[in-house]
């Protein structure tokens, strides 16, 4: 079976790799446990090291990686280069804390001496999406390894030569062999991997129904998994908003890598009071966006990933006129080569339409009328999932009040939804378990191992 490589804004597929055997990938399972032994022997001193010199890689190889990511999945090369940074700062922040984040804790007990350490599991299975095909592995990986795991990569089948170029990183950092590996195999053969003894622990970014097949899988073998799944975050502006400065965010929020993120804006949620007059500035600002190559710096409008994607986004779209939304602007495929989608304003979404409790992962905004406070609140709940969201208002007591009411695993007031090292980051209900990054993340895949002596 063949893995493609395929450009997005052409549709021309640039490479194909033949994917493994199991033979071949148990060769590599029995490399990467041995591997494992030598590298959770380390001090963090050691492996910090390591990390810095990743970091050093990220920096140096930046417009490498980045052409990479943009010519296989299609993102704008300054949101490539951002995406590449971004690996850099999480290695180093890693680097900085991790000796802190697993300092052993004495603990008061009936003992002469009681404590809590952080021990490492073993091998991780990292399996990553496509549409931040660096950042979404070094946020799993580096916390991970810092802990003394080693991890082992099923990357996304559309992204074969960024999972390839993420192996040539470490290795070009000087990190142990085999202490890192990317695995080229298939969705059906990640099961059987799931499932082998040598797995410790299993994290996955992807969907909902991805999260519920690996879970179930990990679950049977007693494994420790974490999940960040889909997501259909809120944007709510009450009346009080800077509406001109709260559009351009918006636009950000929800066209940012086209619209292909876990954490983008989806459901615009406006007080009725404002939400014609916030609709003219964002609809002004989606018609200036200019369609072309993803490496020329003035396109703002890149293909999507896949054609498929689009196929499903449109449906939405067309799903959702029937059911009653109304047209703002786009709603179409563009009609040139690769996989381009005009950016679309749907109005008047309501829950039982497509673009309200569905997921739109793609370049379509809804817009969904609210009453009051109370029913913005409601209606930004009103959904599965619960991974993130914001609230725009000049009230920011008022602002953080209503964070708080928001069924989300992060609310941001008057800013837009980002992963950040130095926070927690994940979701709940039908966008999974577990938090990445910050202290809570290194400590996800450790057994926190209590101590007594007497």
């Known amino acids: 079976m063949l893995m493609s490589s395929t450009d997005p804004a052409s549709g021309e597929t640039l490479h194909t790799f033949a994917t493994w055997s199991m033979d071949q990938t148990h060769a590599v399972l029995r490399q990467v446990e041995h591997a ?115 991890v082992v990569l099923k990357h996304a089948s559309n992204v074969p030569r960024c999972a390839l170029a993420l192996e040539q990183a470490f290795q070009r950092a000087g990190f142990p062999a085999d202490v890192f590996r990317t695995l080229m195999i298939t969705a059906d053969q990640t099961e059987s991997v799931v499932a082998d003894p040598r797995i410790a622990a299993v994290t996955l970014t992807g969907s909902s129904q991805a999260g519920r097949k690996v879970a179930s899988i990990a679950g049977q073998h007693l494994k420790k998994c974490v999940l960040e799944l889909g997501g259909s975050d809120p944007f709510i502006v009450l009346e009080d908003a800077d509406l001109e400065t709260t559009a351009q965010q918006a636009l950000f929020a929800r066209f940012q890598n086209m619209g292909q993120s876990c954490i983008a804006a989806k459901r615009f949620i406006l007080i009725d009071s404002i939400a014609d007059t916030f609709i003219e500035h964002i609809k002004t600002l989606v018609n ?44 179409f ?58 609230v725009w208002t000049g009230d920011i007591a008022r602002g953080e009040g209503l964070a708080r009411q928001i069924h989300a695993g992060c609310t941001f007031v008057n800013g837009v939804v980002k992963s950040d090292p130095r926070l927690p980051f994940g979701g709940i ?22 101590i007594w002596i007497k």
């Open 36 to 150: 494992h032994a030598g590298w959770a022997g380390l001090t963090i001193e050691q492996r910090s090291h390591a990390m810095r010199q990743l970091a050093q890689v990220f920096r140096r190889h930046r417009e490498e990686y980045a052409n990479l990511i943009t010519e296989e999945m299609g993102k704008l090369s300054k949101e490539a280069r951002a995406e590449v940074d971004k690996c850099a700062l999480g290695c180093e922040y890693y680097a900085d804390h991790a000796q802190s984040y697993l300092n052993d804790e004495i603990m008061a007990s009936d003992a002469s001496r009681s404590l809590v350490t952080y021990q490492p599991l073993g091998i991780l299975l990292c399996i990553m999406p496509w549409n931040f095909p660096f950042w979404q592995l070094i946020r799993a990986a580096a916390p991970a390894m810092m802990a003394g795991n080693a």
């Open 333 to 390: 495929a563009i009609e040139m080569p690769g996989f381009y989608y005009q950016p679309t304003i749907l109005d008047h979404v309501w829950p039982g339409m497509p673009a309200f409790d569905e997921e739109l992962f793609g370049p379509v905004a809804a817009i969904t009328r609210a009453k009051n406070i109370e029913e913005a609140v409601q209606l930004a709940n009103r959904t599965p999932f619960g991974l993130g969201g914001s």
């Open 288 to 331: 200036q966006m200019q369609c072309g190559n993803p490496k020329n710096e003035a396109t703002t409008i890149a293909p999507m990933a896949r054609d498929d994607l689009r196929a499903e986004l449109q449906s939405q779209v067309e799903r959702s006129l029937a059911a009653g939304a109304q047209l703002v602007v786009g709603g």
């Open 429 to 450: 209900k039908h966008s999974g378990y577990g938090r990445e990054l910050s202290y809570f993340g290194i400590r996800e895949f450790v057994n926190i191992k209590t």
